[in-house]
């Protein structure tokens, strides 16, 4: 059937894809996301025109209520906080797309069963979506425990829970739309959201926010076969594409499947096994006094930002600190882990709100031989990622993980507020290192008193 | 069932695969909220499913609007203002 909207939603795609495609560089990515989101004007301004007895005043209202609230979210969110309104708004995607299989569902009298079993698909993927976004916004907010919540029989209860949905979603089709199974359906979706993200501890986040973007994407495409429509059906399938990417380069980042990630519960605190692994180490504390005259005498400086940094709001410390040293004429470089911070790419949209240029950002393959003729490696509120133990410790939860190489540098700093462990769990062997030196304190103020003592050299 | 919507579907997932491999780190943020912009998307059936007879539906179809527009603005417009402050040296 050609008609005017469905050349609409080609366009559209056409624009998405031409959008996504000048991502690719940062000079032109602002074009992109204007091209894309161009394409979503023609999309709904093609939907409103073309179909008849829609209710404009429902439509207004909403579009209203969610623009309102949207803007705010997008003009107010800190770049701390982007993984928290990224998992929110997987939410809504995944919501809206479930409200709209089910508004078809509870309308239609006729339903084939072949548009049935999509509006189960449709309903499950986006209520799951939506329950499980607001449960890693939970706990990147801190409203819930970062920590994995586990309890007894756990992975029994997801099985059994997902049997019932395939049978309750069976006789949904079965009966032509009995509706006590349909809310069977809609309830277990909903618990499934829950029992499978609460066991994610909060560094393993990327992943989980990765895999609900791909979620909302597929949830989008699903209701695309329901409503038998283009746009949504290509959109979703870019979104879920995105999404399983973005999953995969961030397990690969922790050398761990995404099988482990989401039923692994690492980050648990384990008991010690006692048997004498647990070496005591010994550490250098240094004040920021001895730490600036180190990178006084330092030419190549390489910064290791990891989610403290972030915690700490320390971004704009770092710059300041990095302008001083290249004015002194120091190199200074960034190496960016792929899972630093709490969602893919954080730490780069951090340093970018300090004006960090990105060209002096690094990713790991490209950074890595930089550490070999490095002075200074200063990590900052960074642990699991600079573990030299995921070398070749094969009992550490992190073995086989690729790390950024800081010991290779001459002297590595590292920052942090406590002794306290990683994310892992573990203890890092690089603390004990002889050219590691310990600087306790937040990273903001370490960072200021640091540039301070160094202005007094 | 329509075999060219399924076609369509597994298709666009390459053209997907294709393009978002080439998005660099440095700009995996603004790639997920502007994907997450893109799921939006799910407005034009929400937009649809308020034509459908029946008070509970369109009910439905309303807080569906009110979900997807705010991915549509939130997303499109946290997506520019975090890709404005990427600048080269």
């Known amino acids: ?62 579009m209203i209520i969610g623009a309102i609230i949207g803007a705010t979210f997008a003009i107010k969110v800190e770049m701390t906080q982007m993984p928290q309104m990224v998992a929110i708004f997987n939410g809504f995607g995944g919501g809206a797309s479930a409200l709209v299989a089910a508004a078809e569902f509870l309308n239609s009298s006729t339903i084939t069963t072949f548009t049935m079993s999509t509006i189960i698909i449709s309903i499950f993927i986006g209520t799951l979506t939506l329950t499980g976004s607001f449960i890693a916004f939970g ?17 029994v209860l997801n099985a059994i829970l997902a049997i019932a949905l395939l049978v309750a979603g069976f006789f949904v089709v079965e009966t032509s739309g009995e509706m006590n199974f349909f809310f069977v359906v809609l309830a277990i979706s909903a618990i499934l959201g829950v029992t499978l993200t609460i066991p994610i501890g909060g560094a393993d986040m990327p992943v989980v926010i990765s895999l609900l973007n791909s979620y909302s994407g597929i949830a989008a495409a699903a209701t695309g076969f329901v409503l038998m429509n283009n746009g949504l059906i290509i959109s979703g399938a870019l979104v879920g594409a995105s999404g399983l990417i973005l999953t995969n380069i961030m397990c690969k980042g922790m050398n761990r499947s995404l099988a482990n990630v989401i039923f692994g519960a690492v980050g648990l605190e384990q008991e010690s096994s006692g048997s004498g692994t647990e070496k005591q180490i010994s550490i250098k504390s240094y004040s920021t006094e001895e730490a600036a005259m180190i990178f006084d005498a330092a030419e190549k400086v390489i910064v290791v930002p990891g989610y403290g940094l972030a915690v700490a709001q320390a971004q704009h ?10 004015k ?27 004006n960090i240029p990105y060209d002096q950002l690094k990713d790991l393959e490209e950074v890595n031989p930089e550490f070999e003729d490095c002075d200074v490696a200063l990590v900052l509120g960074a642990n ?48 004990g290192f002889d050219n590691s030196i310990m600087v306790f304190g937040d990273a903001k103020d370490m960072l200021q008193q640091l540039l301070k003592d160094l202005k007094e050299l | 069932m329509d075999i060219n ?33 893109i799921s939006g998307i799910a407005i034009v059936g929400a937009i649809i499913s308020t034509k459908i007879s029946g008070e509970v539906g369109s009910y439905l179809g309303l807080i569906a609007v009110i979900f997807a527009t705010i991915n549509v603005i939130g997303g499109f417009m946290v997506t520019d203002r975090m890709l404005k402050m990427f600048k080269r040296k």
Request: glycine share 8%; proline share 6%.
């Open chain 1, 384 to 431: 699991d990622v600079v573990n030299p133990a995921a070398r070749h410790d094969t009992s550490s939860p992190i073995y086989g993980m690729p790390i950024l190489d800081v010991d290779k540098s001459r002297t590595v700093i590292i920052n942090k507020r406590t002794m306290n462990t990683g994310f892992a769990g573990i203890q890092n062997e690089l603390f």
């Open chain 2, 5 to 37: 919507i399924l076609t369509v579907f597994i298709l666009a997932i390459f053209v997907g695969f294709e393009i978002i491999t080439k998005v660099p780190p440095t700009l995996h943020t603004p790639l997920m909220s502007g994907s997450n912009a």
């Open chain 1, 139 to 155: 706990k990147l907010q801190g409203f819930i425990s970062g920590q994995p919540i586990v309890f007894p029989g756990q992975q």
């Open chain 1, 1 to 62: 059937m050609i008609n005017f909207s469905s050349i609409a939603y080609v366009l559209a795609s056409v624009l998405f894809i031409l959008g996504i495609k000048k991502l690719s560089h940062p000079k032109t990515a602002r074009d992109g996301n204007f091209i894309a989101a161009f394409g979503m004007l023609i999309a709904i301004v093609a939907t409103l025109i073309s179909y008849g007895q829609i209710d404009f005043k429902l439509i207004i209202i909403g």
């Open chain 1, 328 to 354: 002194k004429g120091k190199t200074v470089l960034y190496a960016i882990h792929p899972v630093a911070g709490r969602m893919p790419g954080h730490m780069n949209v951090l340093l970018a709100e300090a």
């Open chain 1, 317 to 326: 410390a770092v710059r300041e600190v990095a302008e001083f040293l290249e």
